[in-house]
C-alpha cells in the first residue's frame, strides 16, 4: 500500500502521511468492520460472549490493516498482540475506552518511528 501511495517513510512528511494510513486503517477495522456482535463477543465478561460461550479473536482486522499499508508481516503480527493485550485490558475494566484508543494510536506512532529510524524495513 506505501509503494501504491508513494509514501516514503523515512522523511517526515512520509511519515506523517504513514501515520495518518494507519489511524484510517484502525479506525476503519475497530469499528464498522467490527460491529457490535465481534465487540460484545470478544468480552468474556459480556453476557453475550458467555451465553454463547465463545470469544471471537481480537485484533484481527487491525492487524490485517498494519500489514496491508505497511506490507510489514513483523508489523502485523505486533498489532495482532498488542492489540489483543490492550483490548483484553479494556474488557477486564482495567481500561476506559480513551485510554484503549490512546494506546492503540501510540502503538502505530511506534509503528511509524520504527520505520522512519530504519529498524523495520517496508
Not at 51 to 59: E, F, I, R, V, Y
Amino acid at each position: 500500500m506505501i509503494e501504491l501511495l508513494n509514501i516514503h517513510p523515512q522523511c517526515v512528511t512520509g511519515a506523517l502521511w504513514l501515520f495518518l494510513a494507519l489511524a484510517i486503517g484502525h479506525a476503519v477495522a475497530d469499528f464498522p468492520l467490527q460491529g457490535v456482535f465481534l465487540s460484545e463477543t470478544k468480552n468474556r465478561n459480556h453476557k453475550l460472549s458467555q451465553d454463547l460461550n465463545t470469544k471471537s479473536p481480537q485484533g484481527v482486522w487491525n492487524c490485517g490493516a498494519v500489514w496491508l499499508i505497511t506490507g510489514s508481516v513483523v508489523l502485523g503480527l505486533a498489532e495482532f498482540f498488542l492489540h489483543w493485550i490492550i483490548d483484553f485490558a479494556k474488557c477486564e475494566n482495567w481500561a476506559g475506552f480513551n485510554t484503549d484508543q490512546f494506546l492503540h494510536y501510540g502503538c502505530k506512532i511506534i509503528y511509524v518511528a520504527l520505520i522512519y529510524y530504519g529498524v523495520v524495513s517496508i
